[in-house]
């Protein structure tokens, strides 16, 4: 070695990037399977060029360096410094109160403007904490300049400046202290520490409650927090004159944790790049240079340098689509905060599963293979797309807003907050009851219609008038989705931008715009100079924002709210029978959107059957898709629904006239193009039925491998015909499976007679059960074929207590029943009947209330004795069925 000695640091220095080439050395060996799979790696080999993926950390960052999207934000620069970070917001002000926070960039801006926030630092405490009303401590491992870097590792010294001095100077102070955790799961021991000194906890995931009131028995209360925007920071204003059609990943990649969203990461880009669209990726890291943030090399070519935070949020907003990825799987309430913020500002989002995210935002498209990736890039005309991006600005801004959140911590720590939402009122020149049935369908709730004349009397009753015509047609969210303009503008009118175009022919979309030359395709409020003006007059002129143009026709237009398909469906092939209740937005966004990605989208009939839904929005929905789609049908139940899918089941098979049938429920997808796969076989082998697999997504992603299960006993059983289809069955152990992953001859079918049982729980699975038994020609294709979403909060399945256990007794009376005449009762009670008391009714009643153990534990035992005379082999269940509510417990 030549040059100065050298000294501890450098040799720590040294032994610090030895380390980091060793990591990054196996980081390759176990990624190249990814790389010799992509479409980066088959384009080199087929242009003669092969590549290999680099050997060492520093060959890594010369390719970076080389390859990666050079000059991509320098040429959108000028477009980004153009466009506002915000309008304000005329309906969101601070509540008064101060509260003094510690938190990291994004969930700070997240409150901001939400209270009256100062920020706490080591230094400063003393200071701030005079006349704080509260301390609000959110877990961070920086903070927003770096003076808190340190503070989630246990006996750091900015542990100890936080624990010793910071909140006992605040106690002392009178200030109570909230504790929000925005990083459990997976980080709950590193915070708990902090946590413990709180008189209040909050975490982002409800499944970590029980553990806080475990480990801090002496916090007034735990609640769950969810994330929420800000429109100060999350905001579609002049999102709309210039889109990019480039699909955004702005974040990190963790090539030592996380092994399931690497896995969704890469089936999402690899369908990106599949696709039409151009994939970016701002990686959050770059700078660090550190291998274990290093993205695959395959993505080289699609990386950005990271950004200041304010003009990545920009970058986003313009953005057509934005990847978002979850490190938590199965929690229901923690997700990535950018999935909320990322709709809030008029984006798409594409995301990896979480139960969370499936349940509040089902226009996420959480697709986990990159041929359904691919299918909706290349498949959404601009207007279905501004649809879904629209409604995710409405749920952003309806459901999911910060100053609320700030509102439930306030009142959790005693203050009084007022929670009352805007009083919104609908304004007709004449009424009528059209206008008046406008009015009842409208997704704003209480809305209060009234006549000039009664809004000159109660103006000061209300913030906002909507005034509604008849010479206009009305979609049922109009009033919703103006009335949350005004919480991310601060303006004083808003205005659907139908009737307005300026002198240059250009429709002002999500900007500002000075008139409104109708009012009854906007929104006023009142207590302004423009509803001054709208009282006296009518005139609407001064500063106002124009939404979406979405939803509202002039009715000389001649016009619908939707536009119909312009090219005619081929004659069917497919007939597709969807139950539908009160699940209308599941309905559209996944599991019409997921038909649609299909290559036989055009020869399906798709036959929607409601049950009797009484949500209005639903039932709008089935309208519009009615009017869509010419492959279509709706048939209506008027009565309130039956209880279960079965009746709408069986009048979906009746009205089919397809060759070929197959369900598939509202809120579950049909992915990998399986029932085209699944069609093309039963054709070609002149099947009864086909049978694919179901992904179930839950506290995991989960594949039913049925084709394997099916296959498997289909080479093992005798090939004599008739003793076939009845030893299928016994050869499956009466194990049932998902009708959704079939397809069948629908002329069979139909001549089976058969019907699923109404009223019942899980007569899909015993209607499969008698599908194996009849069936004479069965094959099996190794393919998935749909998702089955496990953990759909309010679904019958997932409400559990005596009204899941008795929809089970009209199922078991009609299974018994049916094995009795097909001779198969005895061999069913001594095989399957077993292991579903004890997995099944057993299993979900240790998951129901105490209070209501006893009258389940009730039904319970009247489900098994539907099967009387039989015995129990398990000493557990014939415990519990002989036994109380305590041998539940103890089983």
Not at 473 to 480: G, I, L, R, V
């Amino acid at each position: 070695m030549t040059g100065s000695a050298e000294g501890p640091g450098d040799r720590l220095w040294r032994i610090k990037k030895r380390l980091e080439e060793l990591e990054y050395s196996h980081e390759m060996s176990d990624s190249r399977r990814g790389f010799y799979s992509s479409s980066i790696y088959v384009d080199s080999v087929l242009s003669g060029r092969p590549l290999v993926p680099a050997s060492t950390r520093n060959e890594y960052l010369e390719r970076r360096a080389a390859s990666h999207r050079q000059g991509y934000i320098e040429g959108l620069r000028p477009l980004l410094d153009s466009i506002p970070a915000s309008l304000g917001s005329r309906a969101l002000k601070p509540l008064q109160y101060n509260v003094a926070i510690i938190a990291d960039e994004f969930l700070y801006k997240s409150f901001d403007s939400t209270a009256k926030l100062t920020y706490v630092t080591p230094q400063n405490y003393h200071e701030v904490a005079d006349g704080t009303d509260l301390l609000l401590i959110a877990s961070t491992w920086r903070g927003l300049g770096g003076e808190w870097t340190g503070l989630a590792t246990p006996g750091s010294k900015k542990r100890a400046t936080l624990l010793e001095n910071v909140v006992p100077f605040f106690k002392q102070q009178g200030t109570p202290v909230a504790f929000y955790s925005k990083e459990d799961p997976p980080n709950y021991s590193q915070f708990l520490e902090i946590a413990e000194t709180a008189d209040y906890i909050f975490t982002c995931a409800a499944e970590s409650v029980p553990d806080y009131r475990r480990d801090c028995p002496q916090t007034a209360s735990v609640g769950v927090l969810s994330f929420g925007v800000n429109p100060y920071h999350h905001t579609p204003v002049y999102s709309r004159r210039h889109r990019l059609p480039d699909v955004l990943f702005a974040g990190s990649w963790h090539s030592q944790r996380y092994p399931e969203r690497r896995a969704s990461a890469r089936a999402i880009f690899e369908g990106v790049v599949e696709s039409s669209r151009n994939l970016v990726i701002v990686d959050r890291n770059w700078s660090l240079e550190n291998s274990r943030y290093f993205f695959p090399d395959e993505y080289l070519s699609h990386l950005v340098p990271s950004l200041e935070h304010d003009e990545l949020l920009k970058l986003q907003r313009i953005s057509d689509f934005n990847i978002n990825l979850n490190s938590v799987i199965s929690s229901a309430s923690m997700y990535a905060n950018r999935v909320v913020e990322l709709q809030a500002m008029g984006s798409m989002v594409l995301s990896n599963y979480n139960a969370g995210v499936n349940n509040r935002f089902p226009n996420v498209l959480t697709a986990q293979t990159s041929f359904d990736i691919r299918r909706t890039l290349d498949g959404m005309s601009q207007r279905e797309l501004y649809e879904v991006q629209m409604e995710g600005l409405r749920r952003a801004y309806s459901e999911h807003v910060a100053l609320d959140r700030m509102a439930e911590i306030l009142k959790t720590a005693g203050y009084s907050v007022d929670a009352s939402g805007l009083r919104v009122c609908a304004v007709v020149q004449t009424p009528s009851e059209e206008l008046h049935r406008v009015a009842r369908e409208q997704t704003l709730p209480n809305l209060e219609v009234l006549s000039p004349q009664e809004l000159q009397v109660r103006r000061r009753d209300f913030d906002v008038a909507v005034p509604l015509s008849e010479r206009f047609t009305y979609a049922s969210t109009h009033a919703e989705d103006l009335v949350n303009a005004f919480k991310y503008a601060d303006v004083d009118f808003v205005v659907k931008p139908v009737p307005v175009v300026d002198a240059a022919g250009h429709v002002p979309e999500h900007e500002l715009v000075s008139s409104m030359a109708e009012p009854p395709a906007g929104a006023v409020w009142l207590d302004s100079a423009s509803g001054t003006a709208y009282l006296q007059d009518g005139r609407i002129e001064g500063k106002g924002y124009a939404v979406d143009p979405l939803g509202i026709f002039r009715r000389e237009d001649s016009l619908s709210l939707v536009e119909p398909m312009v090219t005619a469906p081929l004659e069917p092939l497919l007939a597709v029978v969807v139950p539908v209740f009160n699940n209308g937005t599941f309905l559209l966004n996944k599991c019409i959107s997921s038909l649609k990605r299909s290559s036989i989208f055009m020869r399906m009939q798709i036959i929607l059957v409601d049950d009797g839904s009484t949500d209005l929005r639903t039932l709008r929905i089935l309208d519009e898709l009615d009017a869509r789609y010419r492959q279509v049908t709706v048939f209506r139940f008027d009565d309130g629904g039956s209880g279960s899918a079965s009746r709408a089941r069986n009048k979906g098979l009746e009205l089919s006239t397809a060759p070929w049938v197959t369900y598939l429920d509202p809120d579950n997808e049909a992915v990998c193009d399986g029932h085209a796969k699944l069609l093309q076989l039963a054709i070609d082998r002149s099947l009864d039925m086909a049978v694919g697999n179901m992904l179930l997504y839950a506290d995991g992603v989960q594949t039913f491998p049925n084709a394997r299960q099916v296959g498997s006993q289909l080479q093992a059983a005798p090939k004599d015909g008739e003793d076939a289809p009845v030893n299928l069955l016994r050869r499956l152990d009466f194990y049932p499976m998902s009708i959704q992953a079939t397809v069948l001859n629908a002329a069979w079918l139909k001549s089976l007679c058969l019907e699923q049982t109404v009223g019942a729980l899980g007569q899909d699975s015993f209607f499969f059960q008698q599908l194996a038994y009849y069936s004479r020609r069965t094959d099996v294709m190794d393919v998935p074929v749909h998702v089955y979403y496990g953990s759909v909060e309010g679904s019958v399945v997932n409400t559990i207590g005596p009204g899941f256990f008795r929809k089970y007794l009209p199922l078991e009376a009609a299974r018994a029943q049916w094995l009795q005449d097909v001779n198969l009762l005895d061999e069913y009670k001594a095989t399957r009947a077993q292991a579903f008391m004890k997995h099944w009714y057993i299993g979900k009643l240790k998951l129901v209330p105490e209070e209501e153990l006893a009258e389940c534990l009730a039904i319970v035992k009247e489900l098994a004795r539907i099967y009387d005379p039989i015995e129990w082999q398990d000493a557990g269940v014939s415990a519990i069925l002989s036994g109380t509510t305590s041998d539940i417990h103890t089983a």
